[in-house]
Structures are given as structure tokens and as C-alpha cells.
T-cell receptor, first 111, second 114 residues
């Protein structure tokens, strides 16, 4: 099956700085890569996703890049704010299969 | 759109009793629902996949007789933890999709078994 690795496990940044979280996957058949934000005591919320036919996608302060050759994808958050503090999970799947999640990154934005 | 509602958000029960957790897709028809368990500061552990009208597929190591899953309609799936014990205490999260991605999650249920 698919194996998704996520780094770093914890990340602290100053407010206004950028944060980058990286994930690698093992199955070249994977073609869909979502990112989720989970706040304490709540379920994960989808913040951005990318499909394998696209190399980059941006939504305001959030962007995701995908390198299919190297089998890795990254989440970029610019101009971080305290409300960005949460646990972020990446995931990978190919159509009809289950989602495989990374181990999570705890992001702390220091005011 | 794409709202998944999960109830209850938290529940405390006595050892030996059963607890039912509901997961509803409010504004879309979910062909597939997934149930996850999450331990503190850990990732999501898939317990089972359920498709409407058919039996759930359980992951290895998950007791299907203990964690009963019913997916009776395209908008409702339930997880029943039978004869709960303290070691079943955890955060349970459901998710739903239409088959075209993405996956939408409920807000989870904190189960505490005393």
C-alpha cells in the first residue's frame, strides 16, 4: 500500500513568516493530494488539494506544490497568523482507494 | 457545502455498555463513508470503510463485532461501540465522499469509558 511521510512533526514560526510542510509518498499511482487542518478537539478540515495533472495550486495565503517525479508535495503558508496554529495533515490516494495520511505537523505561530 | 455532521460530539459511558455514533452528510450523497480513530497527538487510523447498502470493510486488527458499522442510506452511517471498555476511549471521526474527492470530515466524537 501507499506510505506517506510528513516532515517536520512540529514547526514554530513568528507571525508574518512563512511555513512549509513537506510530504513524500511511495505509490506512483496516487493522483490526489489533499491537505487538512485540524484544530484541537475538532475534525480535520480540508484547506487545499491538488491533483496529479497540476504542479501548483494557490488559494490566498496557502499554496501546494507537487513534484510527481520525486513523489513529494508541500504545503506553503505565507504571512502566517496565530489562527493558523493547528495540526496539519497531508494525504495521498488514487481513485477508488483509501486515503493515506501523513503523521501530522503541529504548527505554532508565535505572535 | 459538503458538510458532515457527527453526533454526539462527546459521550461518557460505563464499561460494558454500548454507544452509537451518527455521521450524516447534510448536503450531498455520500457513496462512501470512512471511520477513523485518533489517539492523542497521532494521525488518523482508518477503522473501516462503508458503502451504502453493503457491509463495511474493516481494517486489519479492528474487531468488526465490537465496532458495528451500518450505512443504511446515502446520507447516514453509524458506528456502534459494543460492550465498551476503557481502552476504547478515544476520538472517533467519520468522513464522507461522493467518490470524486475530496474527503470531508465530521467534527469527531470524544468517547470516554469509565
Amino acid at each position: 500500500g501507499e506510505n506517506v511521510e510528513q516532515h517536520p512533526s512540529t514547526l514554530s514560526v513568528q507571525e508574518g513568516d512563512s511555513a512549509v510542510i513537506k510530504c513524500t509518498y511511495s505509490d506512483s499511482a496516487s493522483n490526489y493530494f489533499p491537505w487538512y487542518k485540524q484544530e484541537l478537539g475538532k475534525g480535520p478540515q480540508l484547506i487545499i488539494d491538488i491533483r496529479s495533472n497540476v504542479g501548483e495550486k494557490k488559494d490566498q495565503r496557502i499554496a501546494v506544490t507537487l513534484n510527481k517525479t520525486a513523489k513529494h508535495f508541500s504545503l506553503h503558508i505565507t504571512e502566517t497568523q496565530p489562527e493558523d496554529s493547528a495540526v496539519y495533515f497531508c494525504a495521498a490516494r488514487w481513485a477508488g482507494n483509501q486515503f493515506y495520511f501523513g503523521t501530522g505537523t503541529s504548527l505554532t505561530v508565535i505572535p | 457545502g459538503a458538510v458532515v455532521s457527527q453526533h454526539p460530539s462527546w459521550v461518557i459511558c460505563k464499561s460494558g455498555t454500548s454507544v452509537k455514533i451518527e455521521c450524516r452528510s447534510l448536503d450531498f450523497q455520500a457513496t462512501t463513508m470512512f471511520w477513523y480513530r485518533q489517539f492523542p497527538k497521532q494521525s488518523l487510523m482508518l477503522m473501516a470503510t462503508s458503502n451504502e447498502g453493503s457491509k463495511a470493510t474493516y481494517e486489519q486488527g479492528v474487531e468488526k463485532d465490537k465496532f458495528l458499522i451500518n450505512h443504511a442510506s446515502l446520507t447516514l452511517s453509524t458506528l456502534t461501540v459494543t460492550s465498551a471498555h476503557p481502552e476504547d476511549s478515544s476520538f472517533y471521526i467519520c468522513s464522507a465522499e461522493t467518490g470524486e474527492s475530496p474527503l470531508h470530515f465530521g467534527n469527531g466524537t470524544r468517547l470516554t469509558v469509565t
